[in-house]
């Protein structure tokens, strides 16, 4: 059984992602999470749109199976890792951000943490 984590931001979007992660299920046993972790900044949505796109992506979670869990966090990656090791996370899908070449990206800090933990697949942006 794998256990996949799709982690979404507040952008319908990211629905892609969801659907990816479907996809991917290779068995009905294999269990789908959507995780939503944004910084804890004191405001947690900034706008309707904000709120209207988590609305939609956690119909397309439901939709897929899974549930959308949101979160906020001062350290977005330390607890996007705490999520994979308290559900046993085989593998975790996001999608590329900034530039795939930036050592210091968002994707390569958190592939860093993920190191023997779960495998990353980084899916490019919709061109």
């Known amino acids: ?6 982690c979404v931001t507040k952008q319908k979007t990211c629905e892609r992602l ?18 939503h972790v ?7 949505l900034g706008n309707s749109q904000e709120g209207d796109a988590l609305e939609f992506l956690y119909e397309k979670a439901r939709e897929a199976g899974a549930t ?10 330390g607890t996007l890792v705490e999520i994979v090791d308290r559900h046993g996370i ?4 996001a ?16 592939e860093k943490r993920l190191s ?10 919709a061109s």
């Open 1 to 6: 059984m794998n256990n996949i984590m799709v």
């Open 18 to 35: 969801i659907n990816y992660g479907k996809a991917h299920r290779a068995s009905e046993e294999d269990q789908l999470f959507v995780i």
């Open 38 to 44: 944004a910084e804890d900044t004191g405001h947690f």
């Open 68 to 77: 959308l869990t949101v979160e906020k966090s001062g350290d977005v990656i």
């Open 90 to 93: 085989t593998e975790v899908i």
């Open 95 to 110: 999608g590329q951000s900034g530039d795939p070449d930036d050592a210091d990206s968002f994707i390569h800090r958190f």
């Open 116 to 125: 023997g933990k779960a495998r990353l697949t980084v899916v490019p942006a």
